[in-house]
């Protein structure tokens, strides 16, 4: 049979997953002689064989990659016939400029956390052990390609025992660039007031394990930033932990020892369990069990709230401490609300000393902080919703039929930032960033940039903004602009929302038009307005506005959106029955201010809940964003559990008003019905209202985004009661703000320089 020599070249997120050593090992069983490494571009193979074996070799490659890998190209290329003496993995280079896709972290796999708890293993209890299967990738990156001498396992050389795994191709640790042990690894360190336990690992674990305990709260430093770790059986604790945090009532995420914990305190679906054992290893929103077993203090770590936030342990640190303790603690963002995670050392001890009570360090550092994944699924259905994508998501962002030109710099939004960029035909979405109305979230936002650009090589050639000129990304992206002399294009922030749903599902070539339902708090839209509660049609690469809520009053502009009764008072105007809901002062003041003349007007969804969520008493000031929007649906659902009765739906009219859906609720509320079941009645009219206006414009294809599309009940209601369409919600991204980078791409690449037919009124 004929021989020849075979370059291969494989593209996507093929670095840092155990890729090399796999394709050694298929080289050896297959009896092929040639290399493999890394280069800045992904993987690169010679081999030399007979021409059939080598198509199969190939093959087999994309066919049996590891379950960590994403191959998104696979190059073939016949060289001139050479031979090589054996099969081995040779040098990385890094030569030319990056085109590849970085690895995110990994949770823990479970051979290692078996081995974790192996008293004859020399790794037993070692709170860093890893392999290639698991562990830090994406946050330890200094540079590529991916080597240790490129992360910030550069500072631990391995001892003979790591060297002899990392160089035998049948080890599970062959080339896994994180390898360590207690004898070579990672230090821990427990600072408590003037204490400082740092004789050996085992001591200060135990240290911390012991403060956990006695009720105290402790920093630990985890794969993406610090958490902050508190025993969720302790009321007191929890309290304690609200009032350092600033916190007042946002709920709290929870970190459970093992399955069978959990489930004893929350109603495990059928989609949980995979998703809580992935590699990814999120925080998943689950509904509460009727009588939690564990003792965990619901009250205190969800107020108001018939769900929990859990997590399985993903890191063998908090694997080590969870299962020490043996029952739920709170596993929250090491900061004060509002300010970024906490992720070095030095910030730890400056920040953190008047929150923990104690702080578990150790002396591996982090390059890039990220929070923790957050996933939902809706009850009914099981609707995956991503509410934050960070930690084992980013940055990577695979969509194989969006192919956005090079260059392009997306600055995101302000609340719930991200940015996204496309470089060498990859595009990079990164982790969830905060909110940009914090000076240190800012910071952490452009370190975060910079980082990305500066690892990839990437140049921009043009940068995207949000309409809004006030925004910090905005403000950011034009100096950027500015100091390269790069151009700049404003994308309107609903119509990047409506991309990004958009290009996850293929939907930009389609011939067909697709309806954009896009419900959010604000953005500024094309009139000058602020937009919130839109209707949008997509048909051959235009956007056009068809319909929106009718406007009412921006008033007391973002104070609005922290008082739900100052959006009830916007629509309804100083209605009488508002009044027991402000001061005297506060009434004749706002009564004063309402004569103005109200310039900025605003459709906003988001504000929409929250007015309806006043009327009916769910709250009048709430804590933090969307709290209003929370309870009014877990509201909702105490109804809809019960009865499965659908009740005749509000009516919007023509104009689809605002003022009239309240008026229609203060009826019922007069006539006496429960609350509950106005609540529901309420999300059941907007569906119904979608449900009109599709059919009204004879639309097939429905695309769903915006923050709103975070609310369970709302998604379950329209998979169940829009029949006849095909409807589109997010997959891969959020479908909050954290989407709007990604659209922001989109949108440029189907309109170049976008314009909206906006329909005003």
């Known amino acids: 049979m004929h021989e020849q020599a075979l370059h291969l070249h494989i593209q996507g997120q093929v670095q840092g997953v155990g890729f090399r050593p796999?394709?050694?090992r298929l080289a050896l069983e297959m009896g092929l002689k040639g290399w493999v490494n890394n280069g800045v571009d992904g993987v690169h193979i010679e081999v030399y064989g007979a021409e059939g074996t080598l198509q199969q070799f190939a093959q087999r490659i994309v066919a049996e990659a590891p379950a960590l890998a994403r191959i998104t190209a696979v190059h073939q290329q016949i060289l001139a016939a050479q031979t090589f003496p054996d099969f081995r993995i040779i040098a990385s280079e890094n030569l030319s400029t990056p085109q590849l896709l970085l690895t995110p972290d990994f949770g823990l796999c479970a051979d290692c956390k078996s081995e974790l708890h192996q008293a004859q293993n020399f790794r037993y209890k070692y709170a860093f052990i890893t392999c290639t299967n698991c562990g830090p990738r994406y946050s330890i990156i200094t540079g590529l390609p991916y080597d240790r001498p490129l992360t910030t396992m550069r500072d631990f050389p391995m001892c003979p025992n790591c060297q002899a795994e990392y160089d035998d191709p049948l080890n599970r640790r062959y080339y896994a660039q994180t390898n360590s042990c207690p004898a070579c690894g990672i230090?821990?360190?427990?600072?408590?007031?003037e204490n400082d336990t740092s004789e050996n690992n085992e001591v200060a674990l135990q240290t911390a394990i012991a403060a956990l305990n006695a009720g105290k709260i402790v920093a630990v430093k985890g794969i993406g930033g610090f958490l902050l770790l508190a025993d969720a059986t302790n009321a007191n604790t929890i309290h304690l932990l609200r009032q350092r945090k600033q916190r007042l009532s946002k709920p709290f995420a929870l970190l459970y020892p093992d399955l069978e914990c959990l489930a004893s305190d929350v109603i495990v679906s059928s989609q949980?369990?995979?998703?809580?054992?992935?590699?990814?290893?999120?925080?998943?929103?689950?509904?509460l069990q009727p009588q939690p077993k564990s003792g965990v203090q619901v009250a205190a770590l969800a107020p108001g709230l018939r769900r929990l936030g859990v997590m399985l342990p993903y890191a063998p640190l908090l694997e080590l401490i969870s299962t020490a303790l043996g029952r739920p603690l709170v596993a929250t963002s090491g900061n004060l609300s509002h300010a970024p995670i906490v992720?070095?050392?030095?910030?730890?001890?400056?920040r953190l000393g008047g929150i923990a009570d104690g702080i578990l360090l150790h002396n591996r550092e982090i390059v890039v902080p990220q929070d923790d994944t957050v996933l939902a699924f809706t009850p009914i259905s099981q609707q995956k919703i991503v509410i934050r994508r960070s930690r084992g998501l980013a940055p990577t962002l695979l969509l194989p039929h969006f192919q956005p030109q090079n260059g392009l710099l997306?600055?995101?939004?302000?609340?719930?930032?991200?940015?996204?960029?496309?470089?060498?035909?990859?595009?990079?979405?990164s982790q969830y960033l905060g909110d940009l109305e914090d000076f240190d979230t800012q910071q952490n936002y452009q370190h975060t940039l910079q980082h990305l650009l500066t690892t990839l090589q990437m140049e921009p050639t043009c940068i995207l903004v949000d309409l809004h000129p006030a925004y910090a990304s905005s403000q950011l992206g034009r100096e950027i602009a500015e100091t390269r002399g790069l151009p700049v294009v404003t994308i309107q922030h609903h119509l990047a929302h409506f991309g990004a749903v958009l290009a996850e599902h293929d939907l930009l070539e389609q011939s067909?038009?697709?309806?954009?339902?896009?419900?959010?708090?604000?953005?500024?839209?094309?009139?000058g307005q602020i937009w919130g509660g839109e209707f949008f049609m997509y048909h051959k690469k235009q956007f056009d506005r068809k319909s929106h809520f009718q406007y009412f009053p921006y008033f007391m502009g973002d104070k609005m959106a922290r008082e739900p009764r100052l959006a009830a008072l916007a629509i309804l105007g100083p209605d009488p029955i508002l009044e027991v809901k402000f001061s005297p002062t506060e009434w004749a003041n706002y009564q004063v201010l309402w004569q103005k003349k109200h310039v900025v007007q605003t459709s906003s969804m988001g504000r929409i809940f929250d007015a309806v969520a006043a009327l009916l008493g769910v709250m009048d000031v709430q804590t933090y964003e969307g709290e209003a929007a929370l309870r009014l649906e877990e509201l909702a659902w105490t109804y809809w559990r019960a009865e499965h009765n659908m009740p005749a739906p509000y009516v919007f009219g023509e104009h689809i008003s605002t003022k009239g859906l309240l008026l229609q609720i203060l009826e019922d509320l007069k006539n006496g019905l429960a609350v509950n079941f106005i609540a529901f009645k309420f999300h059941w009219s907007l569906i119904h209202l979608i449900d009109e206006i599709a059919k009204d414009v004879q639309i097939q294809r429905i695309a769903f985004s915006g923050g709103v599309w975070q609310n369970s009940l709302l998604v379950d209601l329209a998979l169940s009661q829009l029949q006849g369409f095909q409807l589109y919600f997010h997959q891969e991204v959020s479908p909050n703000d954290e989407g709007i980078a990604l659209g922001q791409l989109v949108v440029f690449g189907q309109l170049h320089n976008p314009k909206i037919n906006a329909h005003q009124s």
């Not at 809580?276 to 925080?283: E, T």
């Not at 997306?410 to 595009?427: D, I, R, V, W, Y």
């Open 22 to 24: 796999f394709v050694y």
């Open 187 to 193: 230090q821990l360190q427990y600072v408590e007031g």
């Open 272 to 287: 949980a369990p995979a998703a809580l054992q992935s590699p990814v290893a999120p925080i998943v929103l689950l509904p």
């Open 343 to 350: 992720y070095t050392n030095e910030q730890a001890l400056e």
């Open 410 to 429: 997306a600055m995101g939004a302000l609340l719930k930032s991200t940015f996204a960029f496309t470089h060498q035909n990859n595009l990079y979405l």
């Open 512 to 527: 067909e038009s697709v309806l954009g339902v896009i419900w959010d708090g604000v953005g500024l839209g094309g009139d």
